[in-house]
């Protein structure tokens, strides 16, 4: 959550915390503070924050107009559906298969972590990096993983990597979703690249 704050209001944040420091700088001398006071406001700030990111912040995105807004809530279970394009290196036919994928997204103010296993546990993925980016009134999720398949066919790899880029999208009845494109570097080496169509909604739990 801090990394969509910052992306949204970087500039802002960056001004704030200067001007704050500043104001500390002229304003302790002025009224005759000691700087010992310094270290007391730094201690209550920083006191704050952990409570704020570790308790408070659940309660605050209960509010309907910041996860609307803003961001909501993404912790829970997910089930995503792939629609997969895999070039055939030999000839350079392209075929298409769905894959379903369930994903467990943990969310706090400071962190975003996922993990996605396919349903017929013939893949296991363990995201690498995820975060959320504002990009003009769009709300994206970026995410990078590398896939674990424990028992490869002869013509598979055991480890590929890839990336995502999905896009938060509400519906008319107040549900979102999210959806875009991926794509990975699976057969590379012989031009064999898959890439493809993702859309994960959020179970009812």
Known sequence: MWSLIYSKYGSIVNTFLITLLLSLGFLLPTF??????????????????????IILWEYLWKIKWLQKYFCPNLTGKWKGTLEAKYTLPDNGTVQVKTVIVDFNIKMNFLRLT????????????????????????NLFLYYTYLVNVKKPKATDEQFFHGSARLQLI????????????????RKWNVGGQTS???????KNN
Do not use: P
């Open 170 to 185: 509400w519906n008319d009845i107040g549900d979102y979703y999210f959806e875009g494109n991926y794509w990975t570097n």
């Open 114 to 137: 996922m993990e996605g296993i396919s349903e017929d546990e013939y893949m296991r993925s363990e995201v690498l990096s995820s975060w959320l980016q504002t990009e003009g009134n």
């Open 196 to 202: 493809g169509h993702i859309k994960i909604n959020k």
């Open 32 to 53: 005759g503070l000691e700087y010992s006071w310094v270290r007391y406001i730094t201690m209550a700030v920083t006191f704050c924050m952990f409570l704020f990111s």
